[in-house]
């Protein structure tokens, strides 16, 4: 059974940061994409950082400069670090582990997911 695991949300003042983790079990973690992705209140889910199996990564231009993914295959874990945050980023974050080895932006692409975490950056 994959389990998806999320922590490190919390409250921030904007311009603040914070570091989410997701821990995963029950798969071959190495072996696939990790992505992250945010839904916020009223609006759709939204695709914000995806890292491959080896490592290359991909970001929302929304985050893009502010926020990186990244993995530590060892421990079966995604790290999203998120600076410079914005009211805007008020969000749920959830982590999924992707189908195939490639970083994608598709939601369709992604096979498993975490409960989420909740960031909320006060102005």
């Known amino acids: 059974q994959v389990q998806l695991v999320e922590s490190g949300g919390g409250l921030v003042q904007a311009g603040g940061s914070l570091r989410l983790s997701c821990a995963a079990s029950?798969?071959?973690?190495?072996?696939?994409?990790m992505g992250w992705f945010r839904q916020a209140p009223g609006k759709e889910r939204e695709f914000v950082a995806a890292?491959?199996?080896?490592?290359?990564?991909a970001h929302a231009d929304s985050v893009k400069g502010r926020f990186t993914i990244s993995r530590d295959n060892a421990k079966n874990t995604v790290y999203l670090q998120m600076n410079k945050l914005k009211p805007e980023d008020t969000a749920d974050y959830y982590c999924?582990?992707?189908?195939?080895?490639?970083?994608?932006?598709?939601?369709?692409?992604?096979?498993?997911w975490g409960g989420g975490a909740q960031v909320t950056v006060s102005s």
């Open positions: 999924a582990s992707g189908i195939k080895e490639v970083e994608v932006r598709w939601e369709s692409e992604y096979k498993y």
């Open positions: 029950g798969r071959t973690f190495s072996s696939y994409a």
């Open positions: 890292i491959s199996w080896s490592g290359s990564t």
